[in-house]
């Protein structure tokens, strides 16, 4: 893959480069410290029950903010923040097919959209690595394995559907401090909501995920597995609405939050 | 086994009546919300190294109080304390030998003796029932599976050796928040050193503990393992001291400190 490497000092700085610019790649470690976020962009008729499901379905749904129906900024993540321009790449989705990847939605942009910003991993990883825990799956420059499990998520209208968790595999030791960690991060999936037997959760094979990429489980380690925020994507997909828009797989929204004033504790 | 049960409404409560009576049983459920401790008396000459190994230690070893030599009282533990007499049942140990099992060591103190009180597993334990967790080992009424590890703790002077853990059987789920619960009472083991590979940490058998009494890990469980007091008391009657005393097996120091007020966060 030939990299075009984009680096920021903040979220604006990411922001107004992706606006500006024809990048079009992913947004991991562009802003370092800063808060990015998944993008879901809904009809009006369906935003109400989709504020729900996220609120009902915390772990995988984690709300950073959402916008007014038809207004394209959203302040409280971002200064002169518009969500139509400021991510490097955006799929537009019609009753459920993915029907076009670009670099701007203002064309397609409607007053009856409503944005909402989820949480994601990159927080809590950013934490997990300066706690001395590998990654493999960062080690081995691929996407985190991920998969489709038997937890279900609570119902809200026509929302529903199976939790879709990440998989990390870590020693015991990690896995304890991982816990520890990715708990105080409860705004980006916070603990780990299984570890160890993924038969359990529905996992018939740790060796091939749904989505993602493969990573080995060495022994002496354990897989530890967190809420994904694939879920309420998948979710939506389910239900095919006439239209909807979400950001390219790993083209986040870097947001003006700083992943440190996330933690609690 | 034939009960006689005490039940107190205060630390101060249950010592007193320990010192007035005859009664030699375990006090594990007396005076529920207390906080209950190891004790181990050692001569002088040899407390400061054991005051060094507990600190290099806290996960196996938290000190909770220790007294002055010769001084029977530990104030911060208790109101009229007295460390000779508030105990059920004490082990009198000569050259790394229990020649006996005594209710009452006045006649056995000396003035170069150094209590030292270590905070134990009954008070997390609490946490964990409170949050709905179960602990197989307290509804077989047996006692907590434990095994020498090949986790070595940090030597101190002559003190040195493999650390003990307990082990407790749990679902993932419940896995994840027993490390959560049991972080917030560092004062007292705190979260667990080792979570569902017991050979990593040199346990070859999971169905035979080297202290205490086997619990079944049954499908979809994890063993779940956490530092353990009988840690200082095996380095200690390693070293073969001339004199020492320890607590009888389940006969603990039960304190004026409340559980709850260990908690931190």
């Known amino acids: 893959m030939d990299h075009q ?59 950073l903010g959402s916008s007014d129906p038809g207004d394209p900024h959203i302040p409280a993540l971002g200064a002169d923040l518009d969500i139509r321009a400021d991510l490097p790449l955006y799929r537009i989705w019609r009753n459920g097919e993915m029907v076009e990847e670009v670099p701007d939605i203002t064309t397609h942009w409607r007053d009856d959209l409503v944005a909402f910003v989820l949480g994601c991993s990159f927080s809590f990883e950013e934490a997990l690595i300066d706690n001395g825990i590998p990654l493999r799956h960062i080690e081995n420059g691929t996407n985190v394995p991920m998969w489709r499990t038997s937890i279900q998520t609570a119902p809200a209208g026509p929302f529903r559907g199976p939790m879709v968790v990440s998989m990390r595999p870590m020693k ?22 299984h570890i160890g037997l993924p038969e359990e959760i529905g996992i018939a094979d740790i060796t091939k995920p749904d989505y993602g990429d493969a990573v080995e489980v060495k022994p002496g380690e354990l897989p530890v597995f967190w809420a994904c925020g694939v879920t309420p994507q998948a979710v939506i997909v389910e239900i095919k609405p006439e239209f909807c828009i979400t950001h390219a797989p790993g083209s986040m929204l870097v947001t003006d939050l700083k992943n440190s004033h996330l933690a609690t504790l």
Chains 1, 2 share one sequence.
Do not use: M, W
């Open 5 to 63: 490497t984009i680096q920021a000092k903040t979220g604006l700085e990411a922001r107004r480069r992706f606006r500006e610019n024809d990048y079009r790649g992913q947004t991991s470690g562009v802003a370092p410290g800063y808060v990015q976020g998944n993008l879901a962009i809904l009809p009006a008729d369906l935003a109400a029950d989709f504020h729900r499901f996220c609120h009902l379905n915390p772990k995988p749904c984690p709300l």
């Open 172 to 193: 015991p030791a990690d896995a304890i401090r991982a816990i520890q960690v990715t708990t105080r991060f409860s705004a980006v999936h916070g603990a780990p909501v």
